[in-house]
T-cell receptor, first 118, second 114 residues
Framework: GAVVSQHPSRVICKSGTSVKIECRSLDFQATTMFWYRQFPKQSLMLMAT?????????EQGVEKDKFLINHASLTLSTLTVTSAHPEDSSFYIC??????????????FGPGTRLTVL | EDQVTQSPEALRLQEGESSSLNCSYT??????LFWYRQDPGKGPEFLFTLYSAGEEKEKERLKATLTKKESFLHITAPKPEDSATYLCAVQDSNSGGSNYKLTFGKGTLLTVNP
């Protein structure tokens, strides 16, 4: 199996506060973790790629000072949305790559975190 | 630039009515093509990986096939519980170094009526 968890599943915060989202691979060590955001009825948009012990690589247009990523271990990555504003409200999903010697690495996704900024 | 186009955007079927979803892709070098299922308010659930043209994989009522330009997800005798958004994604062997990113299509919203 390949289980990825996210916490919290849902968070409501006031504008200007910071929110931390955790992503854990529960039954495997992930070589890489990815963070996505998804708007209603749209597909997943990659925000950043994260490797344990190194700085995250952000996609074009994603503010690295706004979305802080820490990859503390092979099973844990965190995304902190700093000074959140209503436009940051979205569905945030992480994925973890399970390595395979026989085939390409597969990304397994967490259940997502619904962020609402008031 | 890698591109993935899924069609149709939405599909309504009656229970038992078989059909296919299409995923057309453009990639410099295909490392893998992935199918995921996503239920509302949840993260995508992995279904299949296909690597080379001619490959097929099956899981219950689903069968995925791959050519050099597209992939099909065939749904045989669907049930209401198959209702979900089906996402197709590609990994480009020429991108990302050791971090192989996925490029997603916009998905097909499948509704199966009882």
């Amino acid at each position: 199996g390949a289980v990825v968890s996210q916490h919290p599943s849902r968070v409501i915060c006031k504008s200007g506060t910071s929110v931390k989202i955790e992503c854990r691979s529960l039954d495997f060590q992930a070589t890489t973790m990815f963070w996505y955001r998804q708007f209603p009825k749209q597909s997943l948009m990659l925000m950043a790629t994260s490797n344990e012990g190194s700085k995250a690589t952000y996609e074009q247009g994603v503010e690295k000072d706004k979305f802080l990523i820490n990859h503390a271990s092979l099973t844990l990555s965190t995304l902190t949305v700093t000074s959140a504003h209503p436009e940051d409200s979205s569905f945030y999903i992480c994925s973890a790559t399970k390595p395979s010697r026989l085939s390409t690495d597969t990304q397994y996704f967490g259940p997502g975190t619904r962020l609402t900024v008031l | 630039e890698d591109q993935v186009t899924q069609s149709p955007e939405a599909l309504r079927l009656q229970e038992g009515e078989s059909s296919s979803l299409n995923c057309s892709y453009t990639v410099s070098g295909l490392r893998g093509l992935f199918w995921y299922r996503q239920d509302p308010g949840k993260g995508p659930e992995f279904l299949f990986t296909l690597y080379s043209a001619g490959e097929e994989k099956e899981k219950e009522r689903l069968k995925a096939t791959l050519t050099k330009k597209e992939s099909f997800l065939h749904i045989t005798a669907p049930k209401p519980e198959d209702s979900a958004t089906y996402l197709c994604a590609v990994q480009d062997s020429n991108s990302g170094g050791s971090n192989y990113k996925l490029t997603f299509g916009k998905g097909t919203l499948l509704t199966v009526n009882p």
